[in-house]
Protein backbone atom coordinates (compact mmCIF):
# COMPACT_ATOMS: atom_id res chain seq x y z
CA UNK A 1 0.00 0.00 0.00
CA UNK A 2 1.06 3.32 -1.08
CA UNK A 3 1.79 7.04 1.61
CA UNK A 4 -1.09 8.71 1.93
CA UNK A 5 -0.87 12.15 0.75
CA UNK A 6 -3.63 15.00 1.40
CA UNK A 7 -4.25 17.16 -1.88
CA UNK A 8 -6.46 19.89 -0.67
CA UNK A 9 -9.54 17.80 1.25
CA UNK A 10 -8.70 14.87 -1.25
CA UNK A 11 -6.35 12.25 0.29
CA UNK A 12 -5.07 9.61 -2.29
CA UNK A 13 -2.73 6.52 -1.64
CA UNK A 14 -2.85 5.02 2.30
CA UNK A 15 -6.24 2.54 0.84
CA UNK A 16 -8.12 5.97 -0.04
CA UNK A 17 -10.46 5.07 -3.06
CA UNK A 18 -9.09 5.82 -6.47
CA UNK A 19 -9.10 9.59 -7.69
CA UNK A 20 -10.70 11.15 -10.59
CA UNK A 21 -8.15 13.37 -12.47
CA UNK A 22 -8.87 15.91 -15.42
CA UNK A 23 -6.84 18.90 -17.31
CA UNK A 24 -8.33 21.84 -18.03
CA UNK A 25 -8.35 22.67 -22.10
CA UNK A 26 -8.22 26.08 -22.55
CA UNK A 27 -5.84 28.83 -23.19
CA UNK A 28 -4.67 30.21 -20.55
CA UNK A 29 -5.12 33.45 -21.34
CA UNK A 30 -9.24 32.54 -21.30
CA UNK A 31 -9.73 33.15 -17.72
CA UNK A 32 -13.84 32.50 -17.87
CA UNK A 33 -13.37 29.83 -20.30
CA UNK A 34 -10.91 27.98 -17.89
CA UNK A 35 -13.32 28.76 -14.74
CA UNK A 36 -16.54 27.61 -16.89
CA UNK A 37 -14.80 24.28 -17.87
CA UNK A 38 -13.35 24.10 -14.52
CA UNK A 39 -17.33 24.13 -12.93
CA UNK A 40 -18.48 21.81 -16.01
CA UNK A 41 -15.41 19.62 -15.28
CA UNK A 42 -17.20 19.21 -11.15
CA UNK A 43 -20.01 19.00 -12.12
CA UNK A 44 -19.33 15.77 -14.19
CA UNK A 45 -17.41 14.46 -11.35
CA UNK A 46 -13.76 15.50 -11.56
CA UNK A 47 -12.19 15.41 -7.81
CA UNK A 48 -8.74 16.69 -8.66
CA UNK A 49 -8.51 19.05 -11.32
CA UNK A 50 -5.30 20.61 -13.30
CA UNK A 51 -4.20 23.85 -14.98
CA UNK A 52 -1.29 24.72 -17.20
CA UNK A 53 0.72 27.76 -15.93
CA UNK A 54 3.18 28.13 -18.79
CA UNK A 55 4.48 32.07 -17.76
CA UNK A 56 3.94 34.06 -14.61
CA UNK A 57 1.25 35.81 -16.34
CA UNK A 58 -1.01 32.83 -15.90
CA UNK A 59 -0.58 32.36 -11.83
CA UNK A 60 -3.80 34.20 -12.03
CA UNK A 61 -5.47 31.53 -12.73
CA UNK A 62 -4.55 29.94 -9.37
CA UNK A 63 -6.89 32.16 -7.54
CA UNK A 64 -9.57 32.82 -9.85
CA UNK A 65 -10.22 29.11 -10.38
CA UNK A 66 -10.35 27.88 -6.48
CA UNK A 67 -12.83 30.81 -5.91
CA UNK A 68 -15.58 28.94 -8.34
CA UNK A 69 -14.72 25.70 -7.29
CA UNK A 70 -14.11 23.41 -4.62
CA UNK A 71 -12.09 20.43 -5.86
CA UNK A 72 -8.71 20.67 -5.33
CA UNK A 73 -6.09 22.76 -8.18
CA UNK A 74 -2.57 21.42 -9.19
CA UNK A 75 -1.00 23.82 -11.29
CA UNK A 76 1.14 22.00 -13.77
CA UNK A 77 4.73 23.71 -14.41
CA UNK A 78 7.63 23.43 -16.79
CA UNK A 79 11.25 24.33 -16.32
CA UNK A 80 10.56 27.93 -14.50
CA UNK A 81 11.17 27.26 -11.00
CA UNK A 82 9.69 30.71 -9.95
CA UNK A 83 6.18 29.84 -11.54
CA UNK A 84 6.24 27.45 -9.31
CA UNK A 85 7.24 29.46 -6.38
CA UNK A 86 4.20 31.91 -6.95
CA UNK A 87 1.52 29.07 -7.67
CA UNK A 88 2.41 27.49 -4.24
CA UNK A 89 2.08 31.10 -2.71
CA UNK A 90 -1.35 32.10 -4.79
CA UNK A 91 -2.81 28.60 -3.40
CA UNK A 92 -2.21 25.77 -5.31
CA UNK A 93 -2.88 22.48 -3.97
CA UNK A 94 -0.28 20.71 -5.45
CA UNK A 95 2.38 21.64 -7.75
CA UNK A 96 3.49 19.24 -10.55
CA UNK A 97 6.96 19.29 -11.95
CA UNK A 98 9.85 17.76 -12.86
CA UNK A 99 12.59 18.80 -10.56
CA UNK A 100 15.59 17.46 -12.78
CA UNK A 101 14.49 20.58 -15.35
CA UNK A 102 13.95 23.32 -12.74
CA UNK A 103 17.40 23.67 -12.86
CA UNK A 104 20.01 24.04 -10.02
CA UNK A 105 19.56 22.28 -6.33
CA UNK A 106 18.55 25.46 -4.91
CA UNK A 107 15.92 26.01 -6.90
CA UNK A 108 14.49 22.77 -6.30
CA UNK A 109 15.10 23.24 -2.57
CA UNK A 110 13.68 26.49 -2.80
CA UNK A 111 10.37 25.27 -4.30
CA UNK A 112 10.48 22.08 -1.75
CA UNK A 113 10.74 24.22 1.03
CA UNK A 114 7.86 26.76 -0.16
CA UNK A 115 5.54 23.22 -0.57
CA UNK A 116 6.54 21.68 3.12
CA UNK A 117 5.84 25.15 4.32
CA UNK A 118 2.27 25.33 3.07
CA UNK A 119 1.64 21.13 3.25
CA UNK A 120 1.44 21.23 -1.02
CA UNK A 121 2.51 18.02 -2.27
CA UNK A 122 4.43 17.63 -5.25
CA UNK A 123 3.64 15.41 -8.35
CA UNK A 124 6.76 13.80 -10.46
CA UNK A 125 5.66 13.42 -14.03
CA UNK A 126 7.94 11.30 -16.27
CA UNK A 127 6.68 10.43 -19.78
CA UNK A 128 8.64 8.91 -22.55
CA UNK A 129 9.78 12.42 -24.02
CA UNK A 130 11.16 13.94 -20.68
CA UNK A 131 13.88 11.02 -19.66
CA UNK A 132 17.59 12.34 -18.91
CA UNK A 133 19.66 11.83 -22.22
CA UNK A 134 22.28 10.15 -19.97
CA UNK A 135 19.41 7.19 -18.98
CA UNK A 136 18.23 7.43 -22.54
CA UNK A 137 21.51 6.42 -23.32
CA UNK A 138 21.92 3.67 -21.24
CA UNK A 139 18.85 2.18 -22.21
CA UNK A 140 19.08 2.63 -25.48
CA UNK A 141 15.05 3.97 -25.57
CA UNK A 142 12.48 5.29 -23.17
CA UNK A 143 11.96 1.75 -22.03
CA UNK A 144 10.12 0.66 -18.38
CA UNK A 145 13.37 0.44 -17.20
CA UNK A 146 14.78 4.00 -18.14
CA UNK A 147 11.46 6.12 -17.26
CA UNK A 148 10.93 4.66 -13.73
CA UNK A 149 15.26 5.25 -13.24
CA UNK A 150 14.18 9.07 -14.21
CA UNK A 151 11.49 8.81 -11.73
CA UNK A 152 13.68 7.43 -8.78
CA UNK A 153 16.46 10.52 -9.53
CA UNK A 154 13.41 12.97 -9.16
CA UNK A 155 12.33 11.44 -6.62
CA UNK A 156 15.52 11.41 -5.06
CA UNK A 157 16.19 14.93 -5.64
CA UNK A 158 13.54 16.24 -3.46
CA UNK A 159 13.63 13.65 -0.93
CA UNK A 160 17.05 15.30 -0.41
CA UNK A 161 15.48 18.02 0.85
CA UNK A 162 13.70 16.11 3.32
CA UNK A 163 10.05 16.50 1.02
CA UNK A 164 8.18 13.24 1.26
CA UNK A 165 4.75 14.41 -0.18
CA UNK A 166 5.32 13.30 -3.55
CA UNK A 167 3.08 11.95 -6.03
CA UNK A 168 4.85 10.16 -9.06
CA UNK A 169 3.47 9.69 -12.68
CA UNK A 170 5.39 7.41 -15.22
CA UNK A 171 3.23 7.49 -18.49
CA UNK A 172 3.82 6.39 -22.05
CA UNK A 173 1.55 6.37 -25.42
CA UNK A 174 2.78 2.57 -25.56
CA UNK A 175 0.41 0.87 -23.50
CA UNK A 176 2.77 -2.47 -22.43
CA UNK A 177 5.87 -0.12 -21.78
CA UNK A 178 3.38 2.36 -19.46
CA UNK A 179 1.82 -0.79 -17.55
CA UNK A 180 5.66 -2.64 -17.00
CA UNK A 181 7.00 0.95 -15.86
CA UNK A 182 3.90 1.37 -13.30
CA UNK A 183 4.38 -2.15 -12.23
CA UNK A 184 8.44 -1.72 -10.96
CA UNK A 185 7.29 1.43 -9.61
CA UNK A 186 5.03 0.17 -7.49
CA UNK A 187 7.67 -2.21 -6.64
CA UNK A 188 10.93 -0.12 -5.69
CA UNK A 189 8.77 3.21 -4.26
CA UNK A 190 6.07 4.30 -1.13
CA UNK A 191 4.50 6.83 -3.10
CA UNK A 192 1.31 7.23 -4.27
CA UNK A 193 0.81 6.53 -8.58
CA UNK A 194 -1.05 9.03 -11.15
CA UNK A 195 -1.86 6.36 -13.42
CA UNK A 196 -2.66 7.39 -17.46
CA UNK A 197 -1.46 6.85 -20.43
CA UNK A 198 0.48 9.78 -22.31
CA UNK A 199 -1.25 10.88 -25.45
CA UNK A 200 -3.52 8.14 -25.65
CA UNK A 201 -5.56 9.27 -28.93
CA UNK A 202 -8.71 10.29 -30.01
CA UNK A 203 -12.06 9.20 -28.15
CA UNK A 204 -12.26 5.86 -29.21
CA UNK A 205 -8.17 4.97 -29.16
CA UNK A 206 -7.75 6.76 -26.69
CA UNK A 207 -10.30 4.90 -24.60
CA UNK A 208 -9.26 1.71 -25.25
CA UNK A 209 -5.69 2.05 -24.25
CA UNK A 210 -6.72 4.03 -21.34
CA UNK A 211 -9.23 1.21 -20.04
CA UNK A 212 -6.42 -1.70 -21.09
CA UNK A 213 -3.13 0.24 -19.52
CA UNK A 214 -4.79 2.00 -16.59
CA UNK A 215 -7.59 -1.17 -16.10
CA UNK A 216 -4.72 -3.70 -16.40
CA UNK A 217 -2.88 -1.54 -12.96
CA UNK A 218 -6.06 -0.69 -10.58
CA UNK A 219 -6.94 -4.80 -11.29
CA UNK A 220 -3.56 -5.37 -9.56
CA UNK A 221 -4.26 -3.05 -6.58
CA UNK A 222 -1.60 -0.34 -8.63
CA UNK A 223 -2.93 2.65 -8.30
CA UNK A 224 -4.14 5.63 -6.37
CA UNK A 225 -5.72 8.24 -8.88
CA UNK A 226 -6.44 8.44 -12.34
CA UNK A 227 -6.54 10.58 -15.58
CA UNK A 228 -7.67 9.50 -18.64
CA UNK A 229 -6.08 11.75 -21.23
CA UNK A 230 -8.24 11.93 -24.66
CA UNK A 231 -8.11 14.05 -27.75
CA UNK A 232 -11.48 15.43 -26.76
CA UNK A 233 -13.33 17.31 -24.48
CA UNK A 234 -12.11 16.54 -20.69
CA UNK A 235 -15.88 15.98 -19.49
CA UNK A 236 -15.73 13.21 -21.55
CA UNK A 237 -12.44 11.62 -19.59
CA UNK A 238 -14.24 11.61 -16.85
CA UNK A 239 -17.12 9.53 -18.65
CA UNK A 240 -14.32 6.96 -19.26
CA UNK A 241 -12.61 7.73 -15.89
CA UNK A 242 -16.03 6.82 -14.11
CA UNK A 243 -16.53 3.76 -16.44
CA UNK A 244 -13.34 2.28 -15.85
CA UNK A 245 -13.61 2.27 -12.22
CA UNK A 246 -17.51 0.76 -11.92
CA UNK A 247 -16.33 -1.69 -14.64
CA UNK A 248 -13.84 -2.82 -11.57
CA UNK A 249 -15.91 -2.67 -8.87
CA UNK A 250 -13.88 0.69 -7.33
CA UNK A 251 -16.70 2.48 -7.77
CA UNK A 252 -20.70 2.11 -7.71
CA UNK A 253 -22.30 5.82 -7.86
CA UNK A 254 -24.42 5.98 -10.99
CA UNK A 255 -25.68 3.49 -14.06
CA UNK A 256 -23.98 0.73 -14.75
CA UNK A 257 -25.55 -0.30 -18.42
CA UNK A 258 -25.34 -4.22 -19.26
CA UNK A 259 -26.69 -4.88 -23.13
CA UNK A 260 -26.33 -8.01 -24.81
CA UNK A 261 -25.06 -7.69 -28.89
CA UNK A 262 -27.47 -8.34 -31.19
CA UNK A 263 -28.38 -12.09 -32.77
CA UNK A 264 -30.59 -13.94 -34.76
CA UNK A 265 -33.62 -14.08 -31.49
CA UNK A 266 -33.57 -10.09 -31.37
CA UNK A 267 -37.13 -9.25 -32.30
CA UNK A 268 -37.06 -5.57 -30.63
CA UNK A 269 -34.61 -2.51 -31.91
CA UNK A 270 -32.15 -3.45 -29.08
CA UNK A 271 -29.21 -1.11 -30.26
CA UNK A 272 -31.55 1.93 -30.38
CA UNK A 273 -32.76 0.68 -27.15
CA UNK A 274 -29.71 0.62 -25.18
CA UNK A 275 -28.35 4.04 -26.54
CA UNK A 276 -31.59 5.88 -25.17
CA UNK A 277 -31.64 4.06 -22.05
CA UNK A 278 -27.37 5.27 -21.20
CA UNK A 279 -28.53 9.05 -22.64
CA UNK A 280 -31.70 8.95 -20.25
CA UNK A 281 -29.57 7.87 -17.67
CA UNK A 282 -26.56 9.65 -17.97
CA UNK A 283 -27.21 12.04 -14.62
CA UNK A 284 -28.57 9.17 -12.73
CA UNK A 285 -26.52 8.63 -9.68
CA UNK A 286 -27.65 5.84 -8.39
CA UNK A 287 -25.55 2.73 -8.09
CA UNK A 288 -27.83 0.41 -10.04
CA UNK A 289 -26.96 -2.18 -13.12
CA UNK A 290 -29.51 -1.65 -15.78
CA UNK A 291 -29.74 -4.53 -18.10
CA UNK A 292 -31.21 -4.06 -21.80
CA UNK A 293 -31.36 -7.65 -23.37
CA UNK A 294 -32.84 -8.49 -26.99
CA UNK A 295 -33.85 -11.86 -26.35
CA UNK A 296 -36.93 -12.23 -23.74
CA UNK A 297 -36.25 -16.04 -23.02
CA UNK A 298 -32.71 -15.84 -22.11
CA UNK A 299 -32.59 -12.16 -21.44
CA UNK A 300 -33.58 -11.91 -17.40
CA UNK A 301 -31.90 -15.31 -16.36
CA UNK A 302 -28.93 -14.25 -18.39
CA UNK A 303 -28.69 -10.79 -16.58
CA UNK A 304 -30.34 -11.84 -13.28
CA UNK A 305 -27.51 -10.21 -11.05
CA UNK A 306 -28.71 -6.82 -12.79
CA UNK A 307 -31.35 -4.58 -10.33
CA UNK A 308 -33.39 -3.90 -12.93
CA UNK A 309 -33.84 -4.35 -16.69
CA UNK A 310 -35.90 -5.21 -20.13
CA UNK A 311 -35.79 -7.93 -22.16
CA UNK A 312 -37.57 -7.66 -25.60
CA UNK A 313 -40.07 -9.37 -27.34
CA UNK A 314 -41.52 -9.55 -30.84
CA UNK A 315 -43.10 -5.80 -30.60
CA UNK A 316 -43.13 -6.32 -26.96
CA UNK A 317 -40.47 -5.99 -23.73
CA UNK A 318 -40.31 -7.49 -20.54
CA UNK A 319 -39.57 -5.37 -17.31
CA UNK A 320 -37.78 -7.90 -14.80
CA UNK A 321 -36.28 -7.15 -11.49
CA UNK A 322 -32.95 -9.47 -10.27
CA UNK A 323 -34.58 -11.64 -12.73
CA UNK A 324 -37.89 -11.86 -12.01
CA UNK A 325 -40.20 -11.15 -14.85
CA UNK A 326 -42.42 -7.57 -13.07
CA UNK A 327 -44.36 -6.58 -16.34
CA UNK A 328 -44.69 -7.25 -20.02
CA UNK A 329 -45.35 -3.85 -22.13
CA UNK A 330 -45.54 -2.56 -25.92
CA UNK A 331 -41.50 -1.68 -27.02
CA UNK A 332 -42.64 1.84 -27.47
CA UNK A 333 -43.52 2.74 -23.81
CA UNK A 334 -40.90 0.32 -22.32
CA UNK A 335 -38.48 2.87 -21.73
CA UNK A 336 -40.69 5.14 -20.24
CA UNK A 337 -41.71 2.16 -17.75
CA UNK A 338 -38.20 1.51 -16.73
CA UNK A 339 -37.42 5.34 -16.26
CA UNK A 340 -40.04 5.68 -14.15
CA UNK A 341 -39.42 2.57 -12.23
CA UNK A 342 -35.64 3.46 -11.12
CA UNK A 343 -36.91 6.87 -10.00
CA UNK A 344 -38.93 4.85 -7.77
CA UNK A 345 -36.02 2.68 -6.47
Do not use: W
Request: glycine fraction near 10%; hydrophobic fraction near 40%; aromatic fraction near 2%.
Amino acid sequence: MSNEVAIGKVNIGGGNPVAIQSMLGISAEDLEGNISQAKALQQAGCEILRVAVPDLNAVKLIPAIKNEVSIPLVADIHFDYKIALECAAAGADKIRINPGNIGEKDKIRQVARICQRKGIPIRIGVNSGSVEKNILQKYGAPTPEALVESGIYHVRLLEEFDFDKIVLSIKSSHVPTMIKAYRLADQELPYPLHLGVTEAGTARMGLIKSAIGIGSLLADGIGDTIRVSLTDSPLEEIKAAKDILKSLGLRREGIEIISCPTCGRTKIDLISLAKQVEDRLENCSKPLRVAVMGCAVNGPGEAREADIGIAGGDGCALLFEKGEIVGKYREEEIIDVLIKRIEEM
